[in-house]
């Protein structure tokens, strides 16, 4: 175990990004065929050559030999609802239709402990065993609901970002609360979890859709007091759902607009969606640094539209990846960019599988400013890590057999992988159990 201070060595194939390989290319990536990951107190203490750097481990050192598989840090989710588990492909219907029809319905559930700490339970065992090792989570509006959530990660020792929904207005009363409650519970929440351990607090506003102006002014409260909290919330996902927020905001300049009114448009700002973008909204965020989130396999689900990918670069917007279950499909951050990859071929875009596999660890922590602390085996970075099996299932072990170079098999590996290759998750060093399904 390498958390007492005894060090662990794993073997195997390396791969992490130093930058981004739409910038940089080839040299944004570095891959070691026969490499070693020297892991001390939970921590990345060395990545290299395996003949260079077995000669420097102490007497002692565990080594896990898991050579031919490929060892890459821990993937990182940007969005996701715990509540939502149960939700996860429900029939037949947009947004608006879908969260009144599904998703209100199962979150009322969330007023049951017992129910909750079901749902964190299994949330977080299912994105240990898709490879995922930080996510930033939505719980319900209950604020025992983000206190089970933290109660296990912090038990796991993950690093998640979570926050307890805030919502007092158009959805059942059962799940709403008011801004002083909505205030109250996140400022106790924040005192108790933001920094303890491994766990960090998200000021969670819904969307304008479900918040009065009186709680967007109770949020812009909470990010002035805490404004090292992350927010996250939803923006332009669904022509509909715009339309209700442009009407419950008429005198805001459009959907950003009323985030930006009310302070909430920041660096630490993480908006899910961002597909209906106006010029002036895609300028305010980057004038803002605010993060869109790009959730594939939710929007094409709920048939919401298509994420411009190139445009946010063009305006200089960071972009951070999620699942966005459930109304997204798949825990696999992989079959996330394997659906991300056809939204952006029907608009004539492009993504390699060096640019995915960068978006699914370095440049999520970027986009979230995590990066001096995990997406890298740069030392001293936390030790959270994935080994793949790109060849566990028989279709990708046969498609394997003509690839000719590294960007072909990992191309393979984004586009027909999930959680079936991935043979183990660690965090902090340690090994965790719930991980394989191979
Ligand atoms: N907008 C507001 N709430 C939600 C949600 O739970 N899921 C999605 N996809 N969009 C939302
Ligand atoms: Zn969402």
Redesign the pocket.
């Known amino acids: 175990m390498s958390k007492d201070g005894a060090t662990l060595a794993l073997r195997g194939r390396l791969l992490w990004f130093v930058g981004d390989p739409h910038e940089i290319g080839e040299a944004a990536h570095r891959y070691v065929e026969d490499g070693l990951l020297v892991i001390e107190n939970g921590l990345i203490r060395a990545a290299g050559e395996a003949k260079e750097l077995l000669p420097t481990l102490p007497g002692g050192a565990a080594i896990t030999d898991h050579r031919p598989h490929l060892i890459m840090p821990g993937f990182i989710d940007a969005h996701i609802?715990m509540p939502?588990t149960q939700v996860v492909a429900s029939y037949g219907a947009q947004?608006m239709e879908w969260?009144n029809k599904y998703?209100f319905v199962e979150e009322q559930k969330l007023a049951q402990q017992g129910h909750a700490q079901k749902l964190s339970a299994f949330l977080l065992d299912e994105l240990l065993a898709s490879g995922t090792t930080t996510a930033a989570v939505y719980c319900s509006v209950h604020k025992g609901s983000a206190e089970a959530f933290f109660v296990e990660s912090h038990r796991r020792n993950t690093r998640m970002i979570a926050g307890k929904v805030m919502m007092d207005r158009n959805a059942p009363p059962a799940l709403t609360d008011t801004a002083e409650s909505g205030y109250a519970d996140s400022k106790d929440l924040i005192g108790r979890w933001h920094g303890k351990g491994r766990q960090l607090y998200a000021i969670t506003p819904?969307?304008a859709v479900t918040s009065t102006p009186e709680q967007m002014a109770a949020s812009q409260r909470l990010v002035e007091e805490h404004p090292d909290c992350f927010v996250q919330t939803?923006i332009n996902?669904n022509r509909a759902?715009i339309a209700f927020a442009r009407e419950l905001y008429p005198d805001a300049a459009d959907y950003a607009g009323i985030y930006e009114d009310y302070g909430l448009l920041g660096k630490k700002s993480l908006l899910?969606h961002c597909i209906h973008m106006t010029k002036r909204e895609w300028r305010a965020f980057a004038a803002h640094g605010a993060v869109a989130v790009f959730c594939p396999t939710?929007n094409l689900f709920?048939g919401s539209g298509l994420f411009d990918w190139d445009r946010a670069r063009r305006e200089g917007v960071k972009v951070a990846v999620a699942t966005?279950i459930g109304?997204g499909t798949s825990y696999s951050m992989l079959r996330t960019m394997a659906e991300a990859y056809k939204i952006l071929q029907l608009q004539g875009q492009s993504l390699s599988a060096f640019e995915a596999l960068h978006a699914i660890t370095l440049g999520n922590t970027v986009a979230l400013g995590l990066d001096h602390l995990i997406g890298s085996f740069e030392p001293g970075r936390e030790a959270d890590i994935v080994v793949l099996d790109p060849a566990a299932t028989r279709a990708m072990a046969h498609r394997l057999e003509t690839v000719r170079d590294l960007a072909e098999e990992f191309f393979v590996l984004v586009t027909l992988g999930d959680e079936r290759n991935v043979a183990a998750t660690y965090v902090a060093g340690e090994l965790v159990s719930a991980c394989s399904t191979n």
Request: charged share 25%; aromatic share 6%; hydrophobic share 25%.
């Open positions: 609802h939502q947004l969260l998703t819904r969307f939803h996902e759902e899910g939710s709920l966005d109304g």
